[in-house]
């Protein structure tokens, strides 16, 4: 009969540790693969896998880091949105020049539009050795 209820207990410990562990899970989580090197907060960021979450549950700042290349940067999005979409997690860059700027991320809770500065626009532009316009991929500036 002991060891009846030991076995009870264990089980239900261990459910109750599995439940704390589902609830203790980051929000805003995804992990994305960028094909090429890209901007964020006017910092190049190498080509690569990339874990972004948020900072804490009750803070809208991101981390954007990546393991292999030791590559982190902390972001603070100019707005958080509802996703309503229900989409795949992804990211969006603006293509000005050669450079792609970060400009959205969407989780499956929350879309955070990224700063894209003026300066790193015109920075970005300059490069260009084309000498045309750059032209937005996807997001707004």
């Known amino acids: ?9 264990c089980a239900f ?18 992990v994305v693969k960028v094909p090429y090197e890209f901007v964020v907060d006017g910092k190049t960021l190498p080509a690569g896998p990339y874990r972004i979450n948020r900072v804490s549950d009750n803070d809208k700042a991101l981390v954007i880091s990546n393991a292999e290349n030791r590559a982190a940067i902390f972001v603070l999005p100019i707005e958080v949105a509802d996703n309503t979409r229900n989409e795949q ?11 792609h700027l970060l400009s959205t991320i969407e989780t499956a809770e929350h ?3 990224i700063p894209v500065s003026s300066p790193a626009v015109l920075e ?11 032209s937005e991929n996807s997001g707004s500036n």
């Open 124 to 134: 970005a532009a300059m490069k260009r050795h084309t000498g045309s316009s750059g």
């Open 111 to 113: 879309v955070f539009s």
């Open 89 to 99: 997690p992804k990211v969006s860059f603006q293509l000005v020049g050669d450079q």
């Open 13 to 30: 410990f261990g459910f109750a540790a599995l439940a704390i562990t589902a609830k203790g899970q980051i929000a805003d989580q995804i």
């Open 1 to 9: 009969m002991k060891k009846y209820c030991v076995r009870i207990l």
